[in-house]
């Protein structure tokens, strides 16, 4: 197996900082899991958490094999997916924007049993979370720096990529599961509730510029490729 795991401790506490970095400031996924947290409940909350975190572990088991490096040696893909998840974030901040619409719902007790529904509702949320996190090419691009960080050049240990990912897995349970439970506490929800136009619309705005900055962003290199 080579060298002993021992040697790559600095490599590995500076690619778990490097995660919990990256997920625990705010962005999509985050604002998600609080959002659904707070107007769905604990199960609500957790089954997007869990969404997220399988969406991580898929592009950490992707970028530990190569597929990360060899998107990043193919731009045009890697724009595409850019278009793609910027279009996803708009669409999310379209649907917060309906929810803002619609108004205050009429008591706690309607957000709390939503939470209690079984089936349909806490798979499409998690599937909500697994969409966002797989669209996101920031979450690709964090993933591709862990790597980097924490499997340096020349390194033969064939277990160091199993426990940067595992440990990283570990992280995202406790960050992810931790603003799902955080935002769902009753307090949260009643605050919620009172305030549930102002912070929908606050998050249709932010997923609005933040998709429409990274559909643009990635689009102007496709474009100028196909014009030429």
């Given at each position: 197996?080579?060298?002993?795991?021992?040697?790559?401790?600095?490599?590995?506490?500076?690619?778990?900082?490097?995660?919990?970095?990256?997920?625990?400031?705010?962005?999509?996924?985050?604002?998600?899991?609080?959002?659904?947290?707070?107007s769905h409940g604990r199960a609500?909350?957790?089954?997007?958490?869990?969404?997220?975190?399988?969406?991580?572990?898929?592009?950490?088991?992707?970028c530990a094999v190569g597929l990360?490096?060899?998107?990043?040696?193919?731009?045009?893909?890697?724009?595409?997916?850019?278009?793609?998840?910027?279009?996803?974030?708009?669409?999310?901040?379209w649907k917060a924007l309906k929810?803002?619409?619609?108004?205050?719902?009429?008591?706690?007790?309607?957000?709390?049993?939503?939470?209690?529904?079984?089936?349909?509702?806490?798979?499409?949320?998690?599937?909500?979370?697994?969409?966002?996190?797989?669209?996101?090419?920031?979450?690709?691009?964090?993933?591709?720096?862990?790597?980097?960080?924490?499997?340096?050049?020349?390194?033969?240990?064939?277990?160091?990529?199993?426990?940067?990912?595992?440990?990283?897995?570990?992280?995202?349970?406790?960050?992810?599961?931790?603003?799902?439970?955080?935002?769902?506490?009753?307090?949260?929800?009643?605050?919620?509730?009172?305030?549930?136009?102002?912070?929908?619309?606050?998050?249709?705005?932010?997923?609005?510029?933040?998709?429409?900055?990274?559909?643009?962003?990635?689009?102007?290199?496709?474009?100028?490729?196909?014009?030429?």
């Open positions: 197996m080579g060298e002993g795991l021992a040697i790559f401790l600095p490599n590995l506490a500076m690619a778990y900082g490097t995660y919990v970095v990256g997920t625990s400031s705010p962005g999509p996924a985050n604002m998600a899991i609080m959002r659904n947290a707070l609500g909350g957790l089954a997007t958490a869990f969404g997220v975190i399988s969406g991580s572990l898929i592009w950490g088991i992707l990360g490096a060899a998107l990043a040696r193919m731009p045009q893909l890697l724009n595409f997916l850019g278009v793609v998840g910027g279009c996803y974030l708009i669409f999310l901040g929810t803002a619409r619609a108004g205050r719902p009429a008591e706690l007790g309607s957000v709390s049993d939503a939470a209690g529904k079984t089936g349909g509702r806490r798979r499409d949320l998690y599937l909500y979370g697994l969409g966002l996190h797989l669209t996101n090419p920031k979450a690709m691009l964090v993933w591709m720096s862990i790597i980097a960080i924490g499997l340096p050049a020349g390194a033969d240990n064939l277990l160091l990529p199993v426990v940067i990912v595992g440990g990283c897995a570990v992280l995202g349970v406790i960050i992810f599961c931790a603003y799902a439970l955080v935002f769902s506490a009753p307090a949260m929800m009643r605050g919620y509730l009172r305030a549930t136009v102002p912070i929908n619309l606050f998050i249709a705005m932010l997923f609005a510029f933040a998709g429409g900055s990274l559909a643009i962003t990635s689009a102007r290199p496709l474009l100028a490729a196909f014009a030429g």
